[in-house]
């Protein structure tokens, strides 16, 4: 290798919460974290931020569903991540929103999420949830140059 040929690295800048959302906000899918069993669960959902709330959708004994309804409290603590990393230059952003899930019970509220948010499965998703995110943090990886 030529030893005057810039290298990439890469350097990792931290986003303010308003951008970190905005970005999540730009994107369909994420994966939400939450506890099944005492242990942490991982599932990739689809889902829209409106508001400031992070909205995916769900259904009747889903495992999501099953922790938020067996839950004595109102919300369940949970964290939502989404990202856009290029395989090839390493580069994009990561978000991850933690915060508290609850079923939304109001029947206009749900219809419409429904209608804005349609499930990627083909099975029917007659709950949403909505997550309110009370810390938002995030990453962008961007490329430098190094002589």
Known sequence: MNPDTPTPS????ELAPAEALHLLS??????????QHALPAIRPVNHIVLGGDI???????????AHIQDSPA??????????????GTHTGWSVVATG???????????????????????????LAVRIHPEVVTGIRLTNTARR
């Not at 109102?74 to 395989?87: H, S, T």
């Open 55 to 65: 909205i995916v959708r769900t259904h009747h004994g889903a495992a999501l569903a």
């Open 100 to 126: 508290y899930a609850s079923l939304v019970t109001d029947p206009a509220e749900l219809e419409h999420y429904q209608q804005r948010l349609q499930p990627w499965v083909d099975q029917a998703m007659d």
């Open 10 to 13: 890469r350097r990792t800048l």
């Open 74 to 87: 109102p919300g369940v603590v949970v964290a939502y991540e989404a990202d856009v990393i290029d395989p």
């Open 26 to 35: 730009t994107v369909s899918l994420g994966r939400i974290v939450f506890t």
